[in-house]
């Protein structure tokens, strides 16, 4: 028997307590005079003999009540049906979607089968069923039926291979003792390659059981869309080129189709039908005989949700020192992807910032210390922030913002637009806009810039004399980014250059990322309380239409053999029973057996035993 | 006719009240005139037959007692009031030993005892009975001759005011010293709580019957005695062997109370079947129920 809050087993101590005063009441017993006490002394033995067992037997029951009640806080549980030691056999059936080709789980269900029958004598049993996440289907145990029984249920689903997860939980399962882990999976080499290698405890052997080559199979494995269309990628897996048509819906209504032949390899397939603004826009491939669940792939047409941008400028509504920004991000009109909004530096609350994208502060008079702790909770929470330098901002907020160290200085006045600025960091997400054309940022002139010394953060871009331009700095998960010049035409001509839209445009989009609601998402990232299979659904938490596809990578029916698959285990330098797994596993078990309802159910009975019996001694 | 005693003037007669009165005599005196007090009516008035003197006529006397003769000669109404011939000899035997130390609430049964016998005393040296005193525990602790020469009284009481609680208690013993010792018929008073061996007590009370003597028993115990009212775990201690008997008292209170009405039962039974007078005192209660017993065996005697 085991414990899962062994420390409640102190409270054991309190029993103590009726003992100490059990005894301290016969002690405290006090001497009454009386004149004859011959009657006292013929009181019937028995009867005085009959009050000290039911003394025992109430004080016995106060202890069990405290001893069951200590016990039951432990939360006991019989790890693994007491059968700790003995070795196990876990088999671990795939049960991602390229299982799910007709007859192949079959066909792995019979192969587990076989796999549980040859375990050996003396060995528990148990059954892992696994995708990208792994489930212990059953508990290993000396009773066969069970791991049957669970392999009857399991089904096949629309995640992806990952062998790492299945070995993780088989080992957990297996703990410190010795065993076998049966991998029964079409072994596809997508299964490693996503998750890295996994790895073995020591004494447990990896085997697998091969259910065979997948057939020929089509899937479509991306979606794009286009100011021209939709475009779609589909990917023939077989070697021999294959005719199939490829049809276009939205909301469920046909818009095209094209009949086409697919080569072996990635094929892209245009559609030229104009879309509409709004729908599910889901593109398939008919695909007989091959794996079903990689023939559609779905997109959300809906306009995104515009994203909320907050200016946050001295003068509020009436202030000029945010009027560039403001016309660059407002430059698409009725259809820009921000709703903009100015904010004075006092004005700045939690209310004030609830559903904003991104904040950018470009003046600091009258920022306070509660406003600027308001701010930096708004970062921690996921929101960006922009900070762009400029003769009316702070400097010693820079360094607030960019961590400790950091001296951020105004630069003396002056200056002939000297300075240039380069993207030191060409491959950031920022720049990917400007696809190898980010040297036309350079062309901007620097009349004026701010010297962030020191940051404690990336720096982006540089000036030309070596000091930071643009320096980004995470915080919980959100972001910084500080601009050191200014971005309203003061200290530079940047809004007058032509990138300045688009800059403007990818920083806000940046920023506010974390903020913007994902719109299509893998089986293995559905949210929770979603049902994990391909198609439009609609998120509980925050009511949004999302589309849920599946992973494209599984649609690689490459395969390893047998002894590739093995050559990626490595041998792990603990034990299974590792101190991270174990608790996880207790928890599952004493979930499972819940024996401390029945203990309290005990206390309760024990103590209505005790009132009565102590009723009835009064 | 008998009215029963009205409460002002029973509070004369409570054990508490007279306990705060000084000496022994004084608190005798307290107890029966106001006990006389209160029986102004009664019958046992009558049980005299020489004339004493007259006393004006108060509302309540018994009109058979006016005398119209004198009404004719004054023209007011006058009493006749008799006085008792001595004629008896009276021995108080009061039990001093150690269960009589006993009281739960303001007066120990000794005490209670102590103001009975002393009221009995003067209530028969009113009477010009000779009385005697004989204090007792496991032997005779003191004894006084009966005898009605004035200032006798007097000696009885302070004998009475100077008797220490003793120790065990054995009852035959004076009883059959006093039945031997017993000259002439005379009345036995014995106040004790009789807590002894009951055969040995009924047969030395039989022993003095035998001898033609007249025998009140006042059983005087305790209201805790009567009623056991413990309830936490206690050790009780006797007083008279200082024995120790662990008890837990709601268990044991149904055997003792048992155990105590059976005793009582055989003390009523065998002592009326002996012709012997016996009144349970609780000691809790005023005196006027023992003196009306007292008064009651005394008028038998006429």
């Not at chain 1, 003394?55 to 009540?65: D, G, K, V």
């Not at chain 2, 006719?1 to 508490?16: G, I, K, S, V």
């Not at chain 2, 059959?176 to 005379?186: I, W």
Request: aromatic share 8%.
């Amino acid at each position: 028997m085991s414990f899962l809050f062994p420390a409640f087993l102190a409270g054991a101590l309190a029993v103590a307590i009726p003992i100490v005063l059990h005894f301290a009441r016969r002690e405290a017993a006090p001497r009454v005079p009386f004149s004859d006490i011959r009657f006292l002394q013929r009181v019937p033995l028995m009867q005085a003999r009959r009050r000290r067992i039911r003394e025992w037997l109430l004080l016995a029951l106060r202890i069990a009540a405290l001893l069951l009640l200590a016990l039951a806080f432990a939360r006991p549980f019989f790890d693994a049906t007491g059968l700790a030691g003995r070795p196990v056999t876990i088999v671990a059936v795939d049960r991602s979607f390229s299982m799910s080709l007709p007859g192949r789980f079959e066909q792995a269900r019979a192969a587990a089968r076989a796999a549980i029958a040859e375990a050996p004598p003396g060995h528990l049993v148990g059954l892992v069923t696994f995708d990208e996440q792994a489930r212990v289907a059953a508990a290993p145990a000396a009773d066969r039926a069970a791991a049957v029984a669970a392999l009857a249920r399991a089904e096949t689903g629309f995640g992806a291979t990952r062998y790492g997860a299945a070995l993780a939980a088989a080992a957990r399962s297996i703990g410190s003792r010795e065993g076998r882990i049966v991998v029964v999976t079409d072994l596809q080499r997508a299964g490693w390659e996503a998750a890295g290698a996994g790895s073995a405890p020591p004494g447990v052997s990896v085997r697998t059981v091969d259910v065979g080559a997948a057939g020929p199979n089509l899937a479509v494995t991306a979606l794009e869309i286009g100011p021209a269309g939709a475009a779609a990628v589909v990917v023939n897996a077989g070697v021999q080129p294959r005719s199939s048509t490829v049809a276009l819906r939205v909301d469920g209504t046909v818009l095209d189709s094209a009949a086409v032949t697919l080569e072996a390899g990635a094929t892209t397939v245009g559609f030229d039908a104009p879309l509409p603004r709004a729908g599910v826009l889901e593109v398939a491939v008919d695909d007989p005989g091959g794996v079903p669940a990689d023939d559609r792939r779905y997109h959300l047409l809906d306009p995104p949700a515009p994203l909320a941008i907050v200016f946050v400028t001295a003068g509020g509504r009436s202030g000029a020192g945010a009027f560039y920004l403001e016309r660059a991000l407002l430059a698409a009109g009725d259809d820009s992807p921000f709703v903009v909004r100015r904010l004075e530096p006092a004005g700045i609350s939690p209310a004030a910032l609830d559903g904003v994208a991104a904040v950018l502060l470009l003046e600091t008079a009258g920022l306070g210390r509660s406003a600027r702790g308001q701010l930096a909770a708004y970062v921690e929470s996921g929101g960006g922030l922009l900070i762009a330098a400029g003769p009316r901002l702070d400097p010693a907020l820079v360094a607030e913002f960019v961590g400790a160290g950091s001296t951020p200085t105004a630069p003396p006045p002056g200056g002939d637009g000297a300075l240039r600025w380069s993207v030191t960091a060409t491959r950031h997400p920022l720049f990917e806009t400007f696809e190898g054309q980010a040297g036309t940022l350079g062309q901007v002139r620097f009349r004026q810039a701010m010297r962030v010394d020191g940051a404690d953060g990336r720096v982006l871009a540089a000036f030309s004399d070596g000091g930071p331009a643009l320096v980004e700095r995470t915080a919980g998960r959100g972001r910084v980014l500080v601009f050191a010049s200014d971005l309203n035409n003061e200290w530079n001509d940047f809004p007058r250059q032509p990138t300045f839209v688009p800059f403007v445009h990818e920083v806000v989009r940046y920023l506010g990322r974390q903020r913007q609601p994902a719109r299509e998402r893998l089986v293995a990232a559905a949210p929770p309380g979603v049902d994990p299979r391909p198609g439009v659904v609609i998120e509980p938490a925050s009511g949004r239409a999302l589309v849920i596809n599946v992973d494209p990578r599984e649609s690689d029916l490459a395969r390893l053999t047998a002894d590739e698959f093995l050559s990626r285990i490595r041998p792990s330098a603990v034990p299974g029973s590792a101190a991270g797994s174990e608790p996880v596993d207790a928890a599952g078990r004493e979930a499972e057996q819940r024996y401390w309802w029945y203990l309290l159910l005990a206390v309760a009975v024990v103590l209505v035993a005790e009132s009565w019996l102590g009723r009835s001694a009064a | 006719m008998a009215t029963a005693p009205r409460a002002n003037e029973l509070r004369h007669l409570d054990p508490a009240v007279i306990g705060r009165i000084g000496s022994l005599e004084l608190r005798a005196r307290t107890i029966v005139e106001g006990f006389l007090i209160g029986l102004h009516r009664s019958p046992y008035q009558g049980f005299s037959v020489e004339f004493s003197e007259y006393r004006q006529y108060m509302p309540g006397d018994d009109t058979s007692l006016i005398d119209w003769k004198l009404y004719a000669r004054t023209d007011r109404h006058y009493v006749k009031k008799f006085e008792e011939e001595t004629n008896l000899d009276c021995h108080l035997l009061l039990d001093v030993s150690g269960s009589m130390g006993y009281g739960s609430a303001g007066v120990t049964k000794q005490e209670y005892g102590t103001y009975l016998a002393a009221s009995i005393a003067y209530l028969m040296n009113r009477q010009r009975d000779a009385v005697g005193l004989l204090a007792f525990d496991e032997q005779v602790v003191r004894h006084v001759p009966a005898s009605a020469r004035p200032g006798h009284l007097r000696r009885v009481l302070l004998t009475l005011d100077s008797l220490a609680s003793g120790r065990g208690s054995d009852v035959s013993k004076p009883l059959n010293r006093l039945a031997e010792a017993l000259s002439r018929r005379g009345l036995v008073v014995l106040i004790s709580d009789l807590l002894d061996e009951p055969e040995h007590v009924v047969r030395g009370l039989r022993h003095l019957r035998f001898r033609g003597a007249d025998v009140i028993v006042f059983q005087l115990l305790d209201r805790a005695e009567l009623t056991f009212p413990f309830e936490r775990p206690a050790r009780f201690r006797d007083l008279e062997t200082d024995d120790e008997v662990a008890a837990v008292p709601p268990l044991v209170r149904a055997h003792y109370l048992r155990e105590l009405r059976t005793l009582l039962a055989l003390y009523r039974r065998e002592l009326r079947l002996a012709g012997i007078d016996y009144c349970l005192v609780d000691t809790s209660q005023p005196l006027d129920l023992a003196l009306l017993a007292y008064l009651s065996a005394r008028s038998r005697r006429h």
